[in-house]
């Protein structure tokens, strides 16, 4: 029995086979990105690029798929690659071990994706992938900010620039605006109001750094919340490549200026 009957039973074997023949990169395998890479992997995706320049460490544990007390230490990227290949041994995988960013962009981008998700959680390597993208018209969908939210009802996925109520959203569009970039960045995101982590001074924050020496912000998160996440973004992914989850359905499609969600090819035509 295809260990994909069921994905196929649901989608149709030609939709199916859409997601068989379809490669897509990941960048950022964290909290949103191995949850996005699990449903894409069990969906039965054929082609994955999966990006990150880190290991896994203790505080990971929470909210990532990857990090495990016996996998503290090793690469992120790798274990996406293992993890994959265990799910669907037929899979084309690379794995890359690499920190995106603008001298980086064309290594990370030079299979050809059919769609790309940005699970990065830096700011400036995030808006610098997003606007190549744009330029590029490389079908996309950018994860904004997870943490500090309780409410998986409050997940939406949008265009960038109908994003409220996230810090993250907000400082991305901001400066995709020097890219002369408004709108088109499909995004998910949470409109719950953010969280002030919790004032407890016997709790051990130990300082944190981006591999280029800036520090980072350590953020209170739940693993139930980036999960969702992660999985919205594989959802659309699915819906987008094998051309809509029913026949008479337009999947959101982007473009360099704006994002429509055809309901059905009677809206197309019209």
């Known amino acids: ?84 290949l265990d799910i669907n041994p037929y899979a084309r995988v ?7 960013a603008a001298d980086s962009l064309d290594m990370a981008l030079d299979n050809s994706p059919h769609m ?32 500090k939210r309780t409410d998986p009802f409050s997940v939406k996925i949008g265009d960038i620039s109908g994003v409220s109520a996230c810090p993250l959203g907000k400082n991305v569009r901001k400066r ?22 919790v004032d407890d001074p016997s709790l051990d924050i130990n300082e944190d750094f981006y591999p280029r020496g800036r520090k980072r912000t350590v953020l209170g998160s739940l693993p139930t919340l980036t999960g969702v996440f992660g999985l919205i973004i594989a959802n659309h992914v699915i819906n987008y490549l094998c051309g809509g989850f029913y026949d008479n359905q337009v999947p959101l499609l982007q473009t360099k200026d704006t994002i429509k969600v055809l309901l059905n090819k009677g809206d197309a035509n019209s």
């Not at 690379?94 to 995106?100: H, K, N, P, R, S």
């Not at 995709?176 to 982590?197: F, H, Q, T």
């Open 116 to 147: 790309v998700v940005d699970a990065i959680d830096s700011l400036n390597p995030k808006v610098q992938l997003l606007a190549t993208l744009q330029q590029r018209r490389i079908p996309h969908i950018s994860s904004m900010g997870a943490a």
């Open 1 to 84: 029995m295809d260990r994909f009957l069921r994905t196929q039973l649901m989608l149709g074997r030609e939709k199916h086979d859409k997601l068989r023949s379809s490669r897509v990169t990941v960048i950022g395998l964290g909290a949103v990105g191995s949850y996005a890479v699990e449903g894409l992997a069990r969906a039965g995706i054929g082609s994955l690029r999966l990006i990150d320049h880190d290991n896994v460490t203790k505080s990971n544990i929470n909210r990532q798929l990857y990090a495990l007390s016996s996998t503290v230490g090793r690469a992120k990227a790798e274990l996406a690659k293992e993890r994959v």
């Open 94 to 100: 690379e794995a890359l071990q690499m920190f995106v």
């Open 176 to 197: 995709l605006r020097k890219y002369a970039i408004d709108s088109g960045v499909l995004c998910v995101y949470s409109d719950e109001k953010v969280m002030p982590n």
